[in-house]
């Protein structure tokens, strides 16, 4: 725990630079000339594979200690111009990072496994990438540079990008400027409906695009001024601009191709102008990437064939990696564990990352007993106790110690660890209000007890409980979601035993992944697994997926029958903002403290108000945090040249095959 904890702090280090990764990691100079991340469902966002499997890390160190990614791009970028181009032998590498994707398309992709196919098939204006040291950070890639913005007179900032020359598409077209700017106003439009759309929200004029009555023509203050040139304007300055151009999200797309709703799921028709092209794709089985002629840095990538293998069987893949088949899995099965530790020291690797595997309630489910008299106001805030009060049954260090053994580490905030306040304290360590713990749950062995007794204090106030038997009676029977693993079946079969320990039921249901996404993100569920991978260096990634609007709002907020509960208080007169609202709505409330967020330049009321954030979403109760990732997977021996990021995303482009 003292190891992987050291490594997370290591790693938040970096991530204001932004890194993770192993030795053999190409560096800066090794990678593409160029001109940064993000969750288990996050690409930021999700991971198809067990949590154990996946945990962000970049513990932070203090930021005084970190350069920024965008000072160390100059030196990576003109280290690569510098070296001589690689010559590139026939060479291929098999692996396994998850099962069928939901989606490929860079703007509806919202899962780590995706993110991570497209980050090899596509170029944005930025790029993840080493320096020197081996340490992760952003630099140019579709852009000649990363250009500081220029201030305008009413504190909005304009960035001019110009393209570097021989940008082409798979199909040998040109990549202009227009192809950005017709993705960046795709991605963020209603029409599209995006998970990630709010992703645009820094943009000047995106709140026209979704206002209720938008203004005639109103999109993205983003345009191609010529061929070559990009321009786009920022409601305000934004710390983490350069991280964004590096996400999925912002690569672009041609308008042509994506006309075709399909294009994104044939080989055929997939146009894509990174490093790769998809050449095959047999659904459910492997998709091929084939080195693409036609990148501009064609010569620096080394590996000419990438084959991912999709499968959520834990134990295939291992059978696979053993005999060698296949390169990397990143799924084992949770009972082989320790004995993988033991037999590969070399190739079981456990990596940091910045995530939070949690689980997550549908806040519309009813909960309360059957004949409850409880309404409105009242009844909100009883389903938000009952709801935390369950929090607080569940044995975290039993989940990471007997079950993950990953080395993750209790979690008691949903703001991972790895995230940094300006003074370079740990954000998770000043969440909530109590003196004696870091966050909003005492997560110590020691603390157990205690929990489960204030628990059923609690839930008696709802509920008929037998003091004989320590049995509830009452409580409605819950359906646990989980997508196929047997990470995830483990900790839910352990979820579905502490409930039933108390007289509460709790039926599994497991769903192959891209089903699972689905189901969970229209919410057809009662409780689920989730898990959220940091997008980029700051913690409202964490916090602005649950806006009303959010396509990654998989609990509902201000959906269903909660858009009409007004039950949320907020108060921020006393950091001279003029917002109080007494018995609001969640659009009322939290939605404006996240554009509050965004929109305010003072860092220290910045963090304030994210705070303030955190211990709304937590009051809730609909987010059961569990811990904070690591990415546990299997890498073969003779592969060098591998790395990944603190979003979870692997590059295989630099790699060799011994």
């Not at 938040?12 to 001109?35: H, I, N, Q, Y």
């Not at 409980?465 to 352990?494: C, M």
């Not at 790395?643 to 095959?657: A, Q, R, W």
Request: proline share 4%; with cysteine; net charge negative.
């Amino acid at each position: 725990m003292k190891k992987i904890l050291a490594l997370v702090l290591a790693l938040a280090m970096v991530f204001a630079l932004t890194a993770c990764g192993g030795t053999t990691t190409p560096k800066a100079s090794e990678a593409p000339a160029a001109t940064e991340a993000p969750a288990e469902e996050s690409p930021a966002a999700e991971e198809a594979a067990p949590a154990e499997e996946a945990a962000p890390a970049e513990e932070s160190t203090p930021a005084e200690e970190a350069a920024p990614a965008e000072e160390a791009a100059p030196a990576a970028e003109e280290a690569a111009a510098e070296e001589p181009a690689a010559e590139a032998g026939a060479s291929s590498i098999a692996v396994c990072l998850a099962s069928e994707p939901d989606t490929l398309d860079p703007a509806l992709n919202s899962a780590v496994d995706g993110a991570t196919l497209v980050s090899h098939l596509f170029s944005g204006l930025a790029k993840w990438a080493q320096d020197d040291s081996g340490a992760l950070v952003i630099v140019p890639d579709a852009a000649t540079e990363l250009v500081e913005g220029v201030e305008n007179e009413d504190g909005t900032v304009t960035y001019t990008y110009t393209l570097r020359d021989g940008m082409k598409w798979s199909d040998g077209k040109d990549v202009t400027a227009a192809d950005f700017a017709f993705a960046w106003q795709r991605a963020a439009s209603v029409e599209l409906g995006a998970d990630y759309g709010y992703m645009f929200e820094v943009v000047d004029g995106y709140d026209d695009v979704w206002a209720e009555e938008p203004p005639e023509g109103a999109q993205l203050n983003v345009k191609a001024v010529d061929d070559k040139t990009l321009e786009v304007t920022l409601a305000n300055a934004v710390s983490y601009w350069n991280e964004l151009l590096a996400f999925p999200t912002y690569f672009p797309v041609r308008e042509d191709v994506v006309s075709n709703e399909g294009w994104a799921t044939d080989p055929s028709t997939y146009v894509s102008n990174g490093a790769y092209t998809m050449t095959g794709w047999n659904h459910n089985s492997l998709i091929t990437l084939e080195k693409n002629p036609n990148y501009v840095d064609a010569d620096k990538v080394l590996m000419d064939k990438i084959e991912f293998y999709l499968s959520d069987d834990a134990n295939n893949q291992l059978s696979n990696f053993k005999n060698g088949t296949w390169q990397l899995i990143d799924d084992v099965p949770t009972n082989e564990i320790a004995a993988l530790k033991a037999d590969y020291p070399d190739e079981f690797k456990v990596e940091g990352q910045i995530g939070t595997y949690y689980v997550c309630w549908n806040v519309n489910e009813q909960i309360l007993p059957e004949g409850s008299e409880l309404e409105g106001v009242d009844a909100e805030n009883a389903k938000a106790e009952i709801r935390n009060a369950i929090s607080l049954i569940f044995d975290r260090n039993y989940i990471v110690d007997d079950i993950a053994q990953g080395g993750q580490v209790p979690a008691s905030s949903f703001v991972a660890m790895g995230m940094t306040n300006p003074d370079g304290t740990q954000f998770y360590q000043t969440a909530g209000s109590s003196e004696d713990f870091d966050g909003y749950y005492n997560v110590s062995a020691d603390a157990l007890e205690d929990n489960f007794t204030q628990a059923i204090e609690v839930l008696k106030k709802y509920y008929d409980y037998d003091e004989t038997t320590g049995q509830f009676s009452g409580f409605p029977t819950l359906t646990y979601l989980y997508n196929t693993s047997e990470g995830h079946k483990a900790i839910g079969e352990y979820l579905q035993s502490a409930l039933a320990g108390i007289g509460i039921t709790m039926n599994l249901e497991n769903q192959e992944w891209a089903t699972f996404l689905n189901t969970r993100k229209n919410g057809d569920y009662s409780i689920a697994r989730n898990g959220w991978l940091a997008d980029y260096n700051d913690p409202i990634c964490f916090l602005d997926m649950w806006t009303t609007a959010s396509g990654n709002n998989d609990v509902q907020f201000g959906k269903g029958a909660h858009k009409d509960v007004a039950a949320y208080s907020l108060d921020l007169t006393d950091l001279g903002l003029d917002v109080k609202v007494e018995n609001g709505t969640w659009a009322e409330t939290y939605d404006v403290l996240i554009k509050a967020i965004k929109g305010c330049t003072d860092n220290e009321v910045r963090y304030e108000l994210m705070h303030r954030a955190e211990d709304l979403l937590m009051s809730t109760g609909c987010i059961c945090p569990l811990y904070f990732y690591t990415d546990l997977f299997m890498l073969n021996k003779d592969v060098e040249g591998f790395f990944s990021n603190p979003l979870g995303y692997k590059y295989f482009m630099y790699c060799t095959v011994k």
